[in-house]
């Protein structure tokens, strides 16, 4: 089992950048792919990006591709997500999700573990 804790959001300038962060606790968070989730007002939670538990592959959605990139340190037991030329969007609460599993390219939200949000406001 793990627990996550995101941090990082904030309001922010169209066109700015940001960093996420994803705090796991446990001595096995390595054994999780991981992903990041963000949620819009009145919309559905969607699939921004995943990394494979090695970290040594990753996987993006479109709309996110080019200007994000998940990472991760499993000596920390952080992920990451840097967000550049932010638009606004991508205005939401972003989620940190955990999942024992080997697949991380997919974009479904079945994942085993969620954090609690952090919110990302981008102004124009």
């Known amino acids: 089992q793990v627990q996550l804790v995101e941090s990082g959001g904030r309001l922010v300038q169209a066109g700015g950048s940001l960093r996420l962060s994803c705090a796991g606790s446990?001595?096995?968070?390595?054994?999780?792919?991981m992903g990041w989730f963000r949620q819009a007002p009145g919309k559905e939670r969607e699939f921004v990006a995943a990394i494979a538990r090695s970290g040594g592959s990753t996987f993006y959605a479109d709309s996110v591709k080019d200007r994000f990139t998940i990472s991760r340190d499993n000596a920390k037991n952080t992920m990451y997500l840097q967000m550049n030329t932010l638009k606004r969007e991508d205005t939401a609460v972003y989620y940190c999700a955990a999942k024992d599993s080997s697949v991380y390219r997919s974009t479904s939200i079945r994942y085993d573990y969620w954090g609690q949000g952090t919110q990302v406001t981008v102004s124009s």
């Open positions: 446990g001595r096995t968070f390595s054994r999780y792919v």
